[in-house]
């Protein structure tokens, strides 16, 4: 009995050094680990393989990153992000007829927090699920806006092409730039063909804290700057409602990273 409750918890220690590279680093991918933990590549698998099944990591274009579950939940008795929005979200849909999501930025990914769907087709985001940092504009705004190491990274890495017009790294050093210079994104069938997103990020205290975006069929968007319009004036209202301390609701990253580039 001794024998096997000692490998049991060497086999414990071993997902959790696993899982704190992978939460101190924000996002790997699995050769990190290897390297880094020492460890050969089926062991690694392994546990990587446990750790996302049992919700604790995500993957998004062959990097991990950990998960909503690893959160701080203390934020919770105070009013949380999306209570604050979802009077927001409701008003959006209504007053546009588009879908509309309320983004946030975890390490290098976007994690949906909440969504309003309409009538006007589908939308790739739900709640709770996570996406690449340049996953159209409902994801843009947050990378636009975020520490210089967090653009760094994204662009540097493997770019997954969602669609024929997914950008490339160049493009999309040159679409944040601009989304850093106007305030807003605008992305047709870089997720989803056929399909149009606006979003604006959300400042609060010099930090973006989220994005909002409104999502529709590329024939019923409007060529105006109306939904911009719409956004920015939603986006100026939640970033009123926030309360003086938002960073319990940032990445680590954020919090303590003021680099911009």
């Avoid at 790997?28 to 990587?48: F, K």
């Avoid at 999501?101 to 985001?125: K, M, P």
């Avoid at 109306?226 to 939640?238: D, G, K, T, Y």
């Amino acid at each position: 009995m001794t024998v096997v409750h000692g490998a049991e918890l060497s086999s414990m220690e071993r997902g959790l050094q696993v899982l704190a590279f992978v939460q101190d680093r924000g996002q790997v991918d699995v050769a990190e680990i290897m390297a880094g933990l020492e460890l050969p590549s089926s062991t690694t698998y392994r546990y990587v393989r446990l750790l996302k099944n049992a919700g604790f990591l995500v993957e998004v274009g062959g990097q991990l990153s950990p998960s909503g579950r690893l959160a701080d939940r203390s934020v919770d008795s105070s009013e949380h992000l999306i209570d604050l929005a979802r009077p927001l979200l409701t008003r959006l849909r209504g007053g546009t007829g588009f879908s509309v999501a309320l983004t946030v930025r975890v390490h290098n990914a976007a994690l949906c927090l909440d969504t309003r769907r309409s009538g006007s087709g589908s939308i790739a985001f739900r709640p709770g699920e996570i996406l690449t940092l340049y996953a159209g504009a409902s994801a843009t705004p947050l990378l636009a806006f975020a520490p210089g190491a967090v653009r760094r990274k994204v662009l540097g890495g493997r770019l997954t092409r969602y669609t024929a017009v997914t950008p490339s790294a160049q493009t999309l050093r040159t679409e944040l730039a601009a989304i850093r210079a106007e305030g807003y994104h605008c992305s047709r069938g870089w997720l989803t063909p056929g399909m149009t997103a606006v979003g604006v990020p959300v400042i609060a205290g010099g930090t973006c804290v989220c994005a909002l975006s409104l999502i529709g069929k590329d024939r019923e968007f409007p060529e105006t700057g109306e939904p911009v319009r719409i956004l920015r004036a939603a986006a100026e209202e939640l970033a009123a409602r926030l309360p003086a301390e938002q960073n319990a609701w940032l990445p680590p990253d954020e919090k303590h990273e003021g680099e911009r580039e």
